[in-house]
């Protein structure tokens, strides 16, 4: 059930999930606010006033990405094309970092543009083909630098700065193209739903 909660001049939309976990926790992974709490918890209101800075400002980022999305323009191209890319920056970054890896996958990923396990596994989401060359390269250095930083700590982001001195505006797009490939899904299932 979708609620809402209003903070400052912001409408925002929430749902909630109860699972087994222990401790609950906020997510703005697909645009939309979600609370993750436990089984028994029952302490809603005060969870979303405590972080309600937090919320405010996730939501405000994730407002104005909408926005400029629609000023965005998507660049096409096969799945076929962007493995053969990704493929080819994967050997150029892993050679320049002196990194190995397991294996490669592509899929579509419901919340990211990339993943690395702790096997070594390196997963692209395939929506990135709908991306400019310069945000695929990011993302695919992003995941490569995880095979040498597990996590986002300083050393992970002073290689980050060091390849990519813009890193902080191509999060931010990466965030704006997000939202515009999935109005483009969304578009492309209704139009099949209507034929």
């Known amino acids: 059930m979708v609620k809402r909660i209003k903070i ?18 906020l997510e703005f ?34 407002k104005l990405a909408k926005k400029e999305a629609k000023k965005k ?11 053969d890319f990704i493929y080819a920056l994967i050997r150029e970054f892993s050679k ?3 990194v190995e890896l397991n294996k490669i996958y592509f899929r579509e990923l419901r919340s990211k543009w990339g993943s690395c396990s702790v096997k070594k596994n390196l997963t692209f989401n395939t929506l990135l083909r709908y ?19 597990k996590k986002h ?27 515009l490939v999935q109005d483009i899904l969304s578009s492309k299932k209704e139009t099949e739903k209507n034929e």
């Open 153 to 179: 700590n300083e050393r992970f982001w002073k290689y980050i700065r060091e390849k990519f001195g813009d890193y902080q505006k191509k999060e931010k797009d990466l965030l704006v193209y997000w939202f």
């Open 73 to 83: 323009k998507i660049e096409a191209r096969s799945e076929e094309e962007l493995k």
């Open 8 to 25: 400052h001049d912001l409408d925002v939309e929430y749902e909630t999930d109860y699972r087994n976990v222990k401790y609950p926790r």
């Open 29 to 62: 992974k697909t645009g939309r606010l979600l609370l993750v709490l436990p089984k028994n918890y029952r302490e809603e209101t005060k969870l979303l006033e405590k972080h309600r800075d937090w919320i405010y400002k996730k939501g405000l980022m994730i």
């Open 131 to 149: 991306l400019p060359e310069d945000l695929i390269r990011y993302v695919v250095f992003h995941e490569v630098v995880h095979l040498k930083e």
């Open 96 to 98: 320049d970092l002196g």
